[in-house]
């Protein structure tokens, strides 16, 4: 019982920890992380789209997406 209570002390006090160092981020931040973030999940997207080409064309000679 006491190892679970210290756990929880130790939890609650990370927790602690991580609330008091992160902070709200500016609009400019923001806006920066998520054009970072769409143009990566484009960018596999588009990945994704030419390997399912390539992969359709060695298989069946033509271009089949389904």
Known sequence: MINIQEKLK???SNSRHVLNVSY???NH???RSAKIIILGVLLIGVMGFVL???ISLITT??????
């Open 10 to 12: 130790t939890f609650i």
């Open 24 to 26: 709200r981020p500016s």
């Open 29 to 31: 931040e923001f806006s």
């Open 52 to 54: 399912g080409v390539i």
């Open 61 to 66: 000679g033509t271009v089949s997406f389904i």
